[in-house]
């Protein structure tokens, strides 16, 4: 669509479960996102002005489903992620580093797509056990990994 920023006025759609922002422009999202309580699934595909996770996921609680592949990604923070993903894309970024509060995060995800990314380590933070207990599907493939966790 060529969107290079989402309005504010988005977040009237309160009964919004799904929305696909793909093929954008897009470097951030409103804040007036966290007023979708019902939103479940989000993708932003294709948007490489987006760097970072936008903070305002964080506060969207209801979100299970997070679909943020080919943008441009260069890390992974915890405090931008929402508290209750299941599944989540973030395959064809540049994302080189995840941070603790982000593995403790992965204690919900039963698929995890991280491949075509610049990671060099995945090793499941302090408790690997605890934050990919529920992995059922993990894509790591073209990164630079040099390894895994020894326990999971």
Do not use: Q
């Not at 951030?28 to 019902?38: A, G, T």
């Not at 932003?44 to 760097?51: A, D, E, H, I």
């Not at 064809?92 to 919900?108: H, L, V």
Request: hydrophobic letters at 40%; glycine letters at 6%.
């Amino acid at each position: 669509c060529g969107l290079t920023e989402l309005p504010e006025t988005i977040g009237a759609c309160v009964s919004l479960k799904k929305l696909d922002l793909a093929k954008n422009d897009l470097a951030d999202l409103p804040s007036s996102l966290e007023n979708l309580k019902k939103l479940e699934i989000l993708f932003v595909l294709g948007n490489r002005r987006m760097t970072k996770v936008p903070a305002v996921l964080a506060r969207v609680a209801s979100l299970t489903r997070l679909g943020l592949r080919s943008n441009g990604l260069t890390a992974l923070e915890g405090a931008r992620l929402p508290p209750h993903l299941v599944h989540v894309i973030f395959t064809d970024n540049f994302i080189a580093t995840i941070d603790e509060k982000a593995y403790e995060k992965f204690g919900t995800v039963r698929k995890l797509m991280l491949a075509n990314n610049r990671l060099t380590t995945f090793d499941g933070g302090k408790d690997p056990t605890k934050n990919l207990r529920s992995l059922e599907l993990l894509r790591l493939s073209n990164n630079d990994l040099e390894g895994l966790p020894a326990t999971v």
